[in-house]
């Protein structure tokens, strides 16, 4: 019943996504342009930019664009859409069908915005896989947490300052975790270097959904 | 005078934890000299913030099965003596870095942590003031505080084991109980933190009952 749920939610928002490409096209203008904004500032031709630089540099671009991109995902929705839905599915659905939706968009950004990165500020990662496991737990790690967040943002006046305060002591653990995992990925060491981060990232995403699944039902009620 | 024993305990607690642990013998240690004493004040803050924090998502939960106004001031209540317990612990470990590490602020994870810890909190205030509506306020307020709790409890016990960090009991350093070799510093340091914890649930128990209080008068008025 949950899984019919949570499939059905996930088809509309993605057919919604389809039929408006708003959030979307917005977003990767929005990460096009960041990206191109840092290669501007920092004013040089490929492969000049060092490890950790370009390392930190990434993950804050991946980190304003998750909180924008997600931070839509209840304040798009009207009154009245959220009153339906309020009388025909439950509260659990709704929140894992929105984190599942929205691991789906930022991991499709968080591609684009890699490849985009890697071709204007060139490509220093030895480890490819490694590097792109890093961005798969990333985009599932901000969007669990970042999906409970803006829920939470959303009920209040003034959403989209409350999204910024909230969400990021949140997710500096998560992006510590992943700068150090990626960073291990772009100097190619040895897989088993990062078993521990991955196991704690993995960890971290574990709690966040469990609380999120906990909770949802009890932010839904207002 | 029996419901009020613990108060009595507090004082005395407090009062035996200044003055033996200014005066006592303590071990003589290279580097950390005189600073061991700090070991009284500075780690039953995090211990003490640690409970107290644990009984803001305790009364957040309660609220959240049986929404009272009881319920909400004193997870709220709550929440700020363990922020106040968290400032106070930054500020007597700062002070101590200073002295055994060089430097107030030496970019270590277990510093980091806390100060993102604090942040934690400080957006849960921040919260909490931009909702007009009590109920409303209330729930979703519980609702960020067990969930900035799930994720204060790695910040602070995990992550920073799992990092080289120079402070004791982290990145593979001894804790402080090997240097107590006759558990002279353990006698004063378990009464110390139980005497500060009560401290707090004395602040949290005037407060609330003062901000209740109010909110009756407002009511009334």
Known sequence: MLFKEVIYLMQKDFLLELRQKYAFNGMLLYVSSTVFVCYLSFGLRSNVLQVPVWNALFWIIMLFTSVNAIAKSFMQENRGRLLYFYSIVSPQGIILAKILYNACLMLVLALICFVFYAFVLGNPVEDIPMFLLSILLGAIGFATSLTMISGIASKAANSSTLMAVLSFPVIVPMLLMLIKMSKNAMDGLERAASLDELLTLLAINMIVITVSYILFPYLWRS | ?221
């Open chain 2, 1 to 221: 005078m029996k419901k009020n024993w613990w108060k009595i305990l507090t004082v005395l607690l407090l009062v035996f934890t200044v003055a033996v642990g200014m005066l006592s013998d303590v071990p003589r240690l290279a580097i950390l000299n005189e600073t061991i004493r700090n070991l009284y004040f500075h780690v039953p803050m995090w211990f003490g913030m640690i409970l107290i924090l644990l009984v803001s998502v305790v009364y957040s939960i309660k609220y959240l099965r049986k929404p009272s106004v009881r319920n909400d001031v004193i997870a709220h209540e709550s929440a700020k003596v363990g922020i106040l317990f968290g400032v106070l612990g930054i500020v007597t470990g700062m002070e101590w870095a200073k002295f055994t590490w060089g430097e107030y602020w030496s970019n270590d994870p277990k510093q980091n942590g806390a100060a993102i810890g604090l942040l934690i909190y400080f957006a849960y205030l921040v919260l909490r003031s931009s909702f007009a509506e009590q109920q409303q306020r209330a729930r979703i307020s519980a609702v960020y505080n067990i969930f900035a709790f799930a994720a204060l409890i790695p910040l602070l016990f995990i992550l920073p084991r799992l990092t080289d960090s120079l402070h004791p009991g982290n990145g593979g350093n001894p804790g402080f109980n090997a240097y107590d070799l006759d558990s002279s510093l353990r006698m004063v340091f378990y009464p110390a933190v139980l005497g500060w914890t009560l401290l707090g649930v004395w602040i949290i128990n005037v407060k609330s009952r003062l901000e209740l209080l109010r909110q009756r008068l407002y009511e009334n008025v």
